[in-house]
């Protein structure tokens, strides 16, 4: 297929490229794939030193999947599922950047990624129906397209406390940790956050450090993760049933190999549901939340069931009665944010080196040369951890200076409420696609990942084969597609929670409101409507 050629009308100069990419991790390599094999020029910049994303970020001690390996990975390349071996059932972090370093290499997509190169600027112009896009080193780049490939969970956030940069020691967050390997051996440690990642450091750190002390804000209600290695055996068995598996994943609500028990939590007896639940409970994964009782997430009385089940589970496991009670959640109910996996978290704070302090009771009220100060004490330490997440969903996009028609910036056309045409677009932004962006389905991400990519391939496609250069969502479009996203969160608990999920990030200008930041229907539904649309020759697009 040809390149897309300049406008007829304006005779503008071609552009630099015909597509250019934001972003190197899954999305992007994957995206770049597609659209070479199309025939149009495409591009990437990464503003990292190498491919992965979010597994090239996120070093942190403990970092892993918490979606099953062999459900995570890519599933457009039989050569690919024939060549690879995952070593473990859910991954860690070093062979997941080895995956897909050799995803890179296999495909030779290096040559059209060009690394530590972040955008700081995208900026449309009408008459030239063209995007230019403004690096950090202050080089402009020109397209047709621009596919933004950032991700929801990639823009770290610290918290708001004075002092940040007074600390004399070592501090490092999670998702910008360093290449070399953190030396705890000997140090007196403290971790800030106890979301996912805060979770999965935590029992590391603790078993390497002379004495860590962690700093909880607000405690998850977490659930065993149940690893296992793979062996060669096992192996050659997940492979042959490749097809199945990424079927399953087509088939389910969340694209997970879960997928929600089609009995309400009071149609069984007690002790059927008992049983239920600890059997999800001594499974791996993500069963226990998404493979649940349907009502659940629902019905709060159900919730309270199964809270005060799993609540039960973590004063089995911690030792000490009241720090039992400052890790179980008293402000939400389980599964109503998301639930971090965990390998032996609770047993962690039975250590004599571990000691829970909650900021809720004695808030942090800065950092000092020498480490933190609470409103109860001054603490040293040698290192620092800030566990404390990220600006979810938006953050990325947010710190890319958007301007489309007009020179309107995203960021505003935002700043009322969320909208979008299928996640994937915004309407007075041209030519710009977004992957995994607000209100598209999540999840399993790589499974969400490879349909959005291909959904993006298939519309240039057909805009490729009739000479079409721009493509901007109706706003009747927008105002559908959001109006569904928010029918399907009606009803749901953790709409009522503050969370990454529902938009909220205190520590974050503009984000201690919630909003309808997730879709939360069914990714089959989500599918439904994406196929729609293009079944119908995309009338819910402008396109000229």
Known sequence: MAALQETDADHAPAPDHDVLIVGAGISGMYQLLLLRRLGLRARVFEAGTGVGGTWYWNRYPGA???????????????????????????????????????????????????????????????????WTLTLEDGSRHSARHVVTAVGPLSTPTYPRLPGLDDFQGQSWHTGLWPKQPVDFAGKRVAVIGTGASGVQAIPIIAGQCAHLTVFQRRPNWCTPLHNAPIDKAEMESIRARYPEIFERCRETAACFVHTVDPRGTFEVTPEEREAFWERRYAEPGFGIWQGNFRDVLTDRQANALLSDFVARKIRARVTDPAVAEKLIPKDH????????????????????????????????????????????RDYAFDIIVYATGFDAITGSLDRIDIRGTGGRRLKERWKAGLETCLGMMVDGFPNLFMVMGPHTALGNIPRSIEYNVEWIRDLLSHMAARDLTLVDARPRAVRDWTAFVKRKGEGLLSNEVDSWMTGVNMNVDGKQVRTIARYSGTAPEYRDWCDNVAAGGYRELAMD
């Open 333 to 376: 109910g389980f599964g109503t944010r998301r639930v971090p996996q965990e390998t032996g978290y609770y047993e962690t704070f039975n250590r004599p080196n571990v000691e829970l302090v909650s900021i809720l009771d004695t808030p942090i009220e800065r950092i000092t040369p020498a480490g933190l100060k609470t409103t109860e």
């Open 64 to 130: 892993r999947f918490d979606s099953e390996s062999w459900s995570y990975g890519y599933s457009f390349s039989q050569e690919l599922l024939d060549e690879w071996d995952w070593t473990e059932h859910f991954s860690p972090q070093p062979v997941t950047e080895r995956y897909l370093n050799l995803v890179a290499d296999k495909f030779d997509l290096r040559r059209d990624i060009q690394f530590q190169a972040r955008v700081s600027a995208a900026h449309w112009d009408d008459d030239a129906r063209t």
